[in-house]
């Protein structure tokens, strides 16, 4: 992969997390993750069609990127990280609505997320 020289630390982390997101199975990894407070391998091996070492290398991805936490123990469990959640919605929020003035046609998605907590 090809370095990019003069990104700031935030391009980077951003382009660790979209790297790690950009497999479809991290990425329903994540919103399995979304809908419960936290589980452990086999229950995601229950609801994707993958073995349990693939599933164990996806969420190994996701924890390095950030983007999940857990997996220490005999049956480890993992949830998402918050933080880094909302850390992100922040990053695309702001790529699109910098210093918080919308360039966004129609429904602005300033007013969209108005109401969001993560900001």
Same mark, same amino acid.
């Given at each position: ?17 979209? #790297?790690?997101?950009?497999? =479809?199975?991290? &990425? /329903? ?9 936290? +589980? ?36 480890? #469990?993992?949830?998402?990280? =918050?933080?880094? &959640? /909302? ?9 699109? +609505? ?22």
């Amino acid at each position: 992969m090809k370095t990019i020289e003069g990104l700031t630390t935030d391009e980077e982390r951003a382009a660790a997390i979209f #790297r790690a997101l950009g497999n =479809p199975a991290r &990425v /329903r990894i994540v919103l399995e993750l979304a809908r419960q407070d936290a +589980c452990v391998t086999s229950d995601l091996v229950e609801v994707l069609p993958l073995a349990q070492s693939t599933v164990s290398e996806h969420l190994k991805v996701l924890r390095e990127a950030g983007i999940v936490r857990g997996g220490v123990g005999r049956e480890p #469990r993992y949830c998402l990280e =918050p933080d880094v &959640v /909302r850390w992100l919605a922040k990053f695309c929020f702001d790529i699109c +609505c910098p210093a918080g003035e919308c360039s966004c046609e129609g429904e602005s998605a300033c007013e969209a997320t108005a109401g969001c907590a993560c900001g």
